[in-house]
């Protein structure tokens, strides 16, 4: 993906670039008439006043900085905000009779809000609200309701993030509370997945800034092999989670979509300081260790952070910064094997002790996250803002079992985002410009670089790890999005955005030697010397750019009082998404024109000159949603909708046909006189080979290094998605409940096959001899066919919490099937992804429930709950009852044994928090929480038996060999807020 070995244009040229075609987009649009609420976080408000006419005007004014815009009232009372920033409101409606105001009232994000109340209704104002001369009634008739179209979506409200009970501060814990999406809580590797498709066609967007991991497998910048957070959750005010049929600004995504905004400064001063900790003696012994007849590792978890925002220059400047600490401590057993002999010829060979390695282990994680934030108002038509967001991680990993900690690497992970935005205000139309930055490192490490790697089979590895990583992403976006709400019954909107993006990928395989030592008696080998070493032989640094576009345009159309209809259309483009500019060597070339040409494979597509991958230019996004109001008061409504979603290739999928030539391993034999080994050479064994600079000096002596020969296809198209829904919405009181279908179709996915089988290309693997002669060991191509399908069913029940009621509760089950052929990434079990046919894909689960709610209790206290039920996650079973050949092994899936519940489900996770809130003085507030985590100490276990053949059966999927959630546990947690 979007390698470049040409000269290319620096950064700050091809940002000129994209900035005279982001200030051409903002004049057309201007020009054109185009988009509804702002990409990403704003809101719209509209509604119906009884009691007014087009004399009045209605004002909407936002609570915390005084902000204010108006807005003329139509024909019948009606009125339009096209765009508004996610906060507190009120309204002020201006008659000839004078001026009356409602009360206070949110406006969430990417809401499509709708208030409709009567001039007549009310109360009469205090003292303290009334203006002298003015005839100022509170209007309180109204409630504010959401006009979702045909979105499948799911607001998460500051109260909520606040209040329920989480494991570690993951905001996108709380993406679970939308049907589809599951929030995968791994501990070492955290993140969210929707439908039939792969977490990298996910997308989080924080103030219109996307986190999109372009490097890897994840979605979420960050997230790939981390415990850590995404984003602080002290500095988010709300999010939404978009399941599917969102409108046409929302990009680079195939399934779901997570749209944040994070808090700004007011005319007041707040603040909150939190902190919360939970260790091993708050913590249950998990299964696993209990089975194994081990002690409870060590364990320990605290969290803090401190957050400020207020006027700088009241009414017009105002600030906003955010920090928070996560420092976990966790232990991994080091547990060596082997026999007491293989033991002694251990510490006779490494002069070491087996008992200075083996035991509980602290896998230390620490992480900071950093956030700031400028607002300026010069007035009511324009908002600036400006900030800035680092999150800092380090965290020790991958040892355990026969690893030990010294053979450890350090995990180091940085995220930078920086964003500018323009709001302008204008009478009939809004227009947003930004520019963002991303700048993402992923750098494992070893913890002890200059130490070889000494491997002994069966026993124990020690020493340095052998392989390190440095790889980044570097993304600069410009983005223009336009409202026009002057034609009658319309919201249009259009825009534009550019993005440079810039790669270095440095994988630093075998930097360090490995040396392996092994028994083999037949060929005289023990644990006196190693029996192989291995080290990197090359330059492994590979950059690469891209530069994509995209644009579109949106017309929600109200075309009757209750019918409105969401027309859009997007289209986006990528200069050079599949290393268009390679050229295949020429001894690359003569190896593909050696092999069979099959039905799935013809070498000429996979050579190219530099000029035959053209870029891809059919992704093209029709996007359609509907809702229909039966009742006229928007008790029942029909809703759904259509629409196709590209994402993007991620750079890992492609990288391996530059990478495996680049830094060739060698394979160094070694026996104690130099006699041939299984036909291969060797070499006698001397100790100064010890060292990296010694097998230097037996470079050509390696007796391997035919790298693999990876291919691209020159037609290759990125992953796309199609989706359709249809549902109802029912509104009763206070309460909302929808049922909704939903089928997606997924193709394009990226995967790759042998192409050297035997049989003409059709049999099994693999028939090497026509490549080896051109320098390579094996041929793998790569093919967009793998294909996804997802059919569900939706049922969301909810009551909003709020102050007055004291209670909320939300319940969102999903009914579903996800299927999937190939095998992800690597599809070499059969000839192409068709050959496996469908089955479940790993991950799907044909039930889950998950239920939050909350309640306040006398004297203060509050009760909450953010409880998961699932019938189990599919996991893949390889059949070989029929043998191995191609054609007899089958890939298939299984489900676990259900033992929660009596038997309902499968999972199950409890989570319970209770907690005291002490009020003093106005605004201010202690809040005091325990969190029972788990709270029935449900082993949620997962690593299940996956192969069977005719003589050895598939094992009960009862207990397997992990869990994935921590057992029961106790957490406290203690904040101040003013």
């Known amino acids: 993906m979007f390698f470049s070995r040409k000269n290319r244009m620096s950064v700050a040229g091809r940002m000129a670039s994209a900035l005279v075609l982001g200030c051409a987009t903002g004049a057309l649009a201007v020009g054109l008439a185009a988009p509804a609420h702002a990409q990403d976080t704003s809101g719209s408000l509209r509604g119906t006043i009884t009691g007014a006419d087009e004399s009045s005007t209605v004002t909407a004014i936002e609570v915390g900085t005084g902000t204010s815009r108006t807005v003329p009232v139509g024909p019948g009372g009606s009125y339009f905000f096209a765009s508004l920033r996610p906060g507190t409101y009120r309204l002020e409606v201006t008659t000839v009779d004078g001026t009356r105001r409602t009360d206070q009232f949110d406006v969430r994000v990417a809401q499509d809000a709708v208030f409709d109340f009567d001039l007549a209704e009310g109360q009469a104002a205090d003292a303290d609200t009334a203006a002298v001369g003015e005839n100022v009634i509170i209007v309180t008739g109204g409630r504010v309701r959401s006009a979702q179209g045909g979105e499948v979506s799911a607001s998460v409200s500051q109260e909520q993030i606040k209040s329920l009970p989480q494991t570690d501060r993951n905001f996108l814990s709380f993406a679970a509370l939308s049907p589809g999406v599951v929030y995968l809580d791994s501990e070492t590797d955290k993140g969210i997945q929707s439908g039939a498709a792969t977490r990298s066609q996910v997308n989080v967007f924080v103030d219109g800034v996307s986190l999109k991991n372009k490097l890897r497998e994840g979605g979420i910048a960050g997230q790939q092999n981390s415990r850590g957070n995404p984003f602080g959750q002290l500095a988010v005010q709300e999010f939404r989670v978009l399941t599917q049929n969102y409108k046409a600004e929302y990009e680079e995504a195939g399934s779901a979509i997570v749209t944040a905004v994070t808090k700004s400064g ?46 700088i220059v009241k009414d017009r400047l105002f600030f906003f910064a955010a920090y928070e600490g996560n420092d976990q401590d966790r232990a991994f057993n080091v547990i060596a094997g082997g026999s007491p002999e293989l033991r002694s010829q251990f510490e006779a060979s490494s002069g070491r002790s087996i008992d200075e390695f083996e035991g509980a282990f602290v896998s230390p994680f620490r992480g900071d996250f950093y956030f700031g934030k400028l607002t300026l108002t010069p007035d009511d038509r324009q908002v600036f803002d400006l900030s800035f967001s680092r999150r800092e991680e380090t965290d020790i990993q991958n040892f355990g079992g026969q690893t030990s900690f010294e053979a450890a690497e350090n995990k180091k992970n940085r995220v930078d985002s920086a964003l500018f935005k323009w709001t302008y205000n204008g009478d009939d139309f809004v227009n947003e410009f930004s520019t963002s930055m991303i700048d993402y490192v992923f750098n494992p490490t070893s913890i002890n670089p200059d ?63 490995r040396y392996t030592f092994f028994v083999d008696e037949a060929n005289n080998l023990d644990f006196s010397f190693p029996g192989e070493a291995r080290l990197g032989l090359g330059n492994s640094l590979i950059t690469a750019s891209n530069t994509s576009f995209g644009v579109y345009i949106q017309d929600d159309w109200q075309v009757t009082d209750r019918l409105e209809l969401n ?50 230019m059919g992704a093209i996004a029709p996007r359609i949603g509907f809702s229909y109001d039966l009742t006229g008061d928007r008790t029942w409504v029909i809703f759904g909708g259509a629409g196709r979603y590209y994402d993007r290739n991620t750079f890992s999928n492609t990288v391996d046909e530059i990478a495996r030539q680049r830094n060739p391993v060698g394979v160094f034999r070694f026996s104690e006189d130099g006699s041939p080994r299984n036909g291969l050479p060797t070499v006698a064994w001397d100790p100064s080979y010890l060292t990296r600079e010694g097998l ?67 049999g099994n693997c693999c028939d090497t001899s026509p490549v080896v002669p051109f320098g390579y060991a094996n041929v793998l191509i790569g093919y967009d066919g793998l294909d996804t399908r997802y ?17 909320g509760l939300n319940i969102a089950y999903t009914l579903s099937k996800g ?66 050949d191609n054609g007899q092994l089958r890939i298939t899936s299984a489900y676990p044994e259900k033992t929660c519940v009596d038997g309902i489900f499968q999972f199950c996770e409890v989570n319970l928090t209770l907690a005291k809130f002490i009020n003093f003085g106005e605004d201010r507030e202690i809040e005091l929480a325990v969190d029972l985590l788990n709270a029935f ?25 992990s869990i994935l959630t921590l057992p029961r546990r106790i957490q406290f947690r203690a904040a101040v807020r003013f």
């Open 266 to 311: 007011t005319n007041e001063f707040h603040g909150e300081a939190f902190g919360q900790y939970t260790d091993r003696s708050l913590t249950e012994i998990d299964a696993i260790n209990e089975r194994n007849d081990l002690p409870e590792p060590p364990f320990k978890r605290k969290q803090y952070g401190v957050s400020l925002g207020g006027p």
């Open 451 to 513: 130490l070889p790697q000494f491997q002994y089979i069966g026993v124990l590895t020690f020493g340095g790890k052998d392989s390190t990583r440095r790889e980044e992403q570097q993304s600069y976006t410009i983005r223009d999005d336009f409202t026009y709400s002057a034609l009658d019954d319309h919201t249009i909107k259009f825009g534009a955005r550019v993005e440079v993006l810039d790669i270095e990928f440095d994988n630093r395989a075998f930097v360090q030697p």
């Open 567 to 616: 027309l859009g259309v997007r289209w986006d483009y990528e200069t050079n998404g599949f290393n268009n500019d390679y050229i295949t060597p020429a001894s690359a070339a003569a190896a593909l024109r050696a092999l069979p040409s099959t039905f799935y494979f013809d070498p000429e597509d996979y050579i190219t000159d530099g000029t035959e991958r053209d870029p891809f």
């Open 696 to 762: 230097i000096t037996l470079r050509e002596t390696s007796t391997s290094g035919l790298p693999e020969l990876f291919a691209v296809p020159e037609n290759a198209k990125p992953p796309v998605n199609d989706q359709f829904s249809l549902g109802v919405r029912y509104r009763f009181g206070d309460w909302e409940a929808s049922v909704t279908a939903s089928y997606q179709r997924g193709r394009n996915g990226y995967t790759h096959l042998f192409a050297t089988r035997r049989d003409e290309g059709l």
């Open 791 to 807: 059919k569900a069913l939706y049922f969301t029940l909810d009551k909003n919490y709020t102050p007055r009621s004291g209670w």
């Open 819 to 884: 299927e999937q052929n190939g095998n992800d990434l690597f599809s070499l079990d059969g000839t192409v992804p068709d050959s496996y046919g469908w089955r479940p894909r790993p991950g799907d689960e044909r039930h889950r429930v998950v239920l939050s709610g909350l309640v306040d209790l006398p004297w203060g206290f509050r009760f909450s709950t953010l409880s998961t039920f699932g019938s189990g996650r599919a996991y893949q079973v390889t059949d070989a009852t029929n043998g191995f």
């Open 937 to 961: 100490d449900n082993t949620n276990y997962s690593g299940f038996d996956g192969f069977f053949n005719a003589t050895d059966p598939l094992d009960p999927a009862i207990e397997g060999n």
